[in-house]
């Protein structure tokens, strides 16, 4: 399991011109080969009049499953470079479809690479790219004369709150990199003079805009 990597938001598109042919470039995030399949049919489907409905992606923890589809542009001009974006950019489990359709002028070989590529990148600009981090969520417990402090320090620290559980005593939740829980807790555990009870919860992958 990755401890963290790069994909697209869940689903995106965005369109340019070049050369009065239409370039529409499709964002999904794909875990499976058969997402990845489903979701460039579903394109091609509903662009079925378009000239074509390149495609790209790349699957898996390496990039083990990594396709590209140039649906009738000269071999090698749409799929492959759109997926050297994707690879540029290290994303995972991404799937992108453009569709153009014909202008009128003919671009030319290196003009539909750079056209299909600067699709794909324009449109991840657009869109946007987030980050997963594997994360444990910890709940520290502690009488409510610990809250303020246990707060403050929190919220100045390169550590994420979650909320905060006013109960008998007080539950303070927090995302940790799953890396840094031993070192998370050993904090918790000097700050309050070991009277934390600190516990480890569910860990989930949490994203955040990646610029």
Not at 48 to 65: K, P
Not at 88 to 115: M, S
Not at 136 to 160: F, H, M
Not at 190 to 200: C, F, S, V, Y
Request: glycine share 8%.
């Amino acid at each position: 399991m990755l401890l963290n990597y790069l994909t697209v938001k869940t689903f995106g598109d965005h369109e340019i011109i070049i050369d009065k042919s239409r370039f529409i470039a499709h964002f999904k995030r794909t875990e499976t080969e058969e997402e990845a399949v489903a979701f460039i049919q579903e394109i091609k489907k509903k662009h079925s009049s378009a000239t074509h409905n390149c495609s790209a992606y790349l699957i898996g923890e390496h990039d083990q499953i990594q396709k590209a589809n140039d649906d009738g542009e000269p071999s090698g001009t749409a799929g492959v470079p759109m997926l050297e974006v994707l690879k540029k950019r290290k994303l995972k489990d991404v799937t992108v479809v453009v569709t153009r359709y014909f202008g009128g002028i003919k671009l030319g070989a290196g003009g539909l690479i750079r056209a299909y590529g600067k699709s794909v990148s324009e449109g991840l600009n657009e869109i946007g790219i987030v980050e997963r981090k594997w994360t444990q969520i910890i709940e520290t417990e502690v009488d409510y004369t610990w809250l303020g402090t246990l707060e403050q320090q929190i919220r100045q620290s390169n550590y994420e709150l979650k909320e905060i559980q006013y109960l008998e005593n007080v539950s303070i939740y927090t995302y940790v990199p799953s890396e840094e829980t031993d070192a998370f807790i050993s904090w918790m555990t000097n700050l309050t003079n070991g009277r934390a009870r600190i516990e480890l919860k569910e860990s989930i992958y949490l994203e955040s805009d990646y610029k």
